[in-house]
């Protein structure tokens, strides 16, 4: 007879931590190798085809490095804020609202400027786009009591609905032969990329920066820990004289304007020009939620952990081309390995054991 | 002109049927004090589910209890990540919402594009059906319109004046005083978990068997997130749904009339997202007290912890 018993676990070391998180990974692709079994993929040729097309080779590489750089700005600044619990979904408008805040800098003031003025110019611009665009579920939620998941979610739809209206409508570009884009930025606010590659390497700089800076923050300052009781205790928060107000307005303005920052990235240094939602960000948004929960909120870790997500869209695009696979299995693997990722951190929480007794024993106890 | 009124007023309770049926289903489940975000992605694996059966065997009932077995099926990760191993049950939905959307494009890919050829035909109920202007709104409507009205009125008086409903709210409000009681509160988590999962799965059936008779890709667009508003707009009340989505429902058919007008139609799309912060705004101007929502919503709970 098995027993199973459950404790709370009162220490969790790091290697414990890091053990649970590749097991659950491990877990998840298994499941997702079921998965794919059962629509008929062989899952070695499948994960296989993603390790190539993503870790593998030198093109794949590049690529991964290249998604990697908007995963990991959302993922820190989705951990700020998941860190306080305030659950901003919101990342994917809120990187398409610095696009749009930077690519109308970059078509009125930037042809004038230099490239030294014009390029942090437009970063500014993302970064004030992208938190104007999450303080609002911030003003919402405390001003009006709305859950934060759906206001955020609406302003999603909202902003892509938006972003679509202007580059159909009133910023449709001239030199774009009735195509739906605007016209390309000015080359002062071109960002310039590594040889042979998409690397974008001034973003991919600010994104280090912010995943550091942040995790310094989060840590070593007041506001971190202001950001932590909030998140862990509110009640003691209150006792603490934290303002709530100020505090979660300023942790959604940097933690929408960090996306905002990505979404200047993928303008000024993929595409040029605003384009539709989908093509500006696949899912970035979304896929920043995982980023930020396996790096367990700590936004150092989700320069790893944003590596890793990028490899899983580089290598997802890769097998959809070879093995015909629709675009959604990237979602299949973004769900599963969540819920493997929450799973696991039930065996971080609590300890659990096998008791092996003789039925004897069992009636004993 | 009135013939104008008779299918604006149709189509809008038509377009409000799967938004009721999601706020039924989740309603049932946030009073048992279990929050689930997956709506939307358990919606697309019911629509696809439906779609699927009902395009190989020709029958959209067959197809709808289809669609319900994959409902509780992809529910139970919910349920057991949040009930069992008492995650975080924001996480936990948003990853079921990922993996629904996922599975169903997966599902459904060979079948994009394809037109239904059986067509699940209005119901007309008889005598009632000819009273004017009432009868054609009324009663020549999809069965699913009649079945997420009588459902909804029936997890009402389930909820309010039965031994279950007493249940399941007092497990929502009070798990542990609820457990003293001799109630298994996991039990009860579990059955609206999957119950509500039963009902998104319904809402699914609906839309790509009936209202669209297709499948494609994306077809759930936000319905899911917007019955997640609707379920606090409804004050976690069934009756009070059927309000709220055919407010809604109204909402998605203005879209296709205000076209003509010349108003850029990405303007009109928004305007199902800006109701849903705009009834939700309307909603937290009232005191927050005052919702009513279960006291233990989203919180895991632990048997014996004191």
Known sequence: MVQIKVTDRSQVSPWHTVATLVLSLVAGLAAISVIFLFFGVNPLFALKKIFVGSFGSAYGFKETVTKAIPLMLVGSGLALAFRAKFWNIGAESQLLMGAIFATWVGLNWCPQLPAPVAVPLIFLAGFVGGALWGVIPALLRIRFAINEVISTLMLNYICAEFLTLLIVGPWKGKTKFGFPYTDDLPASAILGVLPGSRIHYVTLFVALAVAVVLAMVVYWTRFGYEVRVIGENPEAGKYAGINFFRTTLIIMAISGGVAGLAGVGEVAGIHHYLSYPDSISSGYGYTGIIVAWLAKLNPLFVILSGLFFAGILVGGDAIQISLGLPAATVQVFNGTLLIFLIMGDYFLKNKVSFHFTTRLQAGAN | ?306
């Open chain 2, 1 to 306: 002109m009135e013939e104008i009124f008779i299918s604006v007023a149709q189509r809008t309770l038509v377009a409000g049927t799967p938004l009721l049926l999601g706020t039924i289903g989740e309603v049932i489940c946030e009073r048992a004090g279990i929050l689930n975000l997956g709506v939307e992605g358990v919606m697309a694996v019911g629509a696809v589910t439906a779609f699927i059966v009902t395009f190989t065997t020709g029958n959209p009932w067959l197809g709808l209890a289809a669609a319900l077995i994959a409902g509780i099926l992809i529910s139970m990760t919910h349920a057991f990540s949040a009930i069992t191993l008492q995650a975080n049950q924001v996480v936990s939905g948003l990853a079921l919402t990922m993996l629904g959307l996922g599975i169903s494009g997966l599902m459904g890919k060979p079948y994009v594009g394809k037109p239904l050829a059986i067509k699940l035909d209005d119901l007309s109920i008889p005598l009632l059906a000819d009273i004017p202007y009432v009868g054609p709104i009324f009663f020549q409507q999809s069965p699913y319109f009649y079945l997420a009205v009588i459902l909804a009125l029936l997890a009402w008086f389930v909820l309010q004046y039965t031994r279950v409903g007493i249940m399941i709210r007092s497990t929502g409000e009070n798990p542990r005083a609820t457990e003293t009681q001799g109630i298994n509160v996991t039990r009860i988590r579990y059955f609206c978990v999957l119950v509500g999962g039963a009902f998104s799965a319904m809402a699914g059936a609906h839309l790509s068997t009936s209202y669209s008779k297709s499948w494609i890709e994306g077809m759930t667009a936000g319905r899911g997130w917007i019955v997640i508003a609707l379920t606090i707009f409804a004050l976690w009340n069934p009756v009070r749904a059927m309000l709220g989505a055919f407010l809604f429902g109204g909402i998605f058919v203005l879209q296709y009339l205000l076209q003509p007008l010349g108003i850029p139609p990405n303007f009109l799309a928004m305007m199902p997202y800006i109701a849903t912060l705009l009834v939700l705004l309307l909603g937290g101007l009232r005191d927050a007290r005052k919702l009513n929502a279960p006291a233990m919503l989203g919180e895991p709970y632990r048997r014996g912890e004191r």
